[in-house]
Nanobody, 124 residues
């Protein structure tokens, strides 16, 4: 069972950038897990943002974030990153990383293991 810890959130002005990190620890190696990023704003449903398969061969993005967000993984550091550029106020949310075996899934119900979240606030 993996443990996941997110970091890198904070307050940023519109148009700015942040890089979120998700460190995966516990039994097994990172290349066993597909890792997704999700976000949830107060009063709204949790939504998928991006995901990368265990091999890194397949990546997915929500339509609204294609071209602005980039997901990557460094198995040697047990870390998955989400680079977020050109941030907008509507990106404000708590961001979570989550793990499932091998391949991505579009819905949060498909993930068994979750981090505690990191807050991203985009405001002028």
């Amino acid at each position: 069972q993996p443990q996941l810890v997110e970091s890198g959130g904070g307050l940023v002005q519109p148009g700015g950038s942040l890089r979120l990190s998700c460190v995966v620890s516990g039994r097994g190696t990172l290349d066993y897990w597909a890792v997704g990023w999700f976000r949830q704003a107060p009063g709204k449903e949790r939504e998928g943002v991006s995901c990368i398969s265990s091999t890194g061969e397949s990546v997915h993005y929500v339509d609204s974030e294609k071209g602005r967000f980039t997901i990557s993984r460094d198995n040697a550091l047990n870390t998955v990153y989400l680079q977020m550029n050109s941030l907008k106020p509507e990106d404000t949310a708590a961001y979570y990383c989550a793990a499932r075996r091998a391949v991505c899934f579009y819905h949060p119900s498909g993930y068994s293991y979750w981090g505690q979240g990191t807050q991203v606030t985009v405001s002028s």
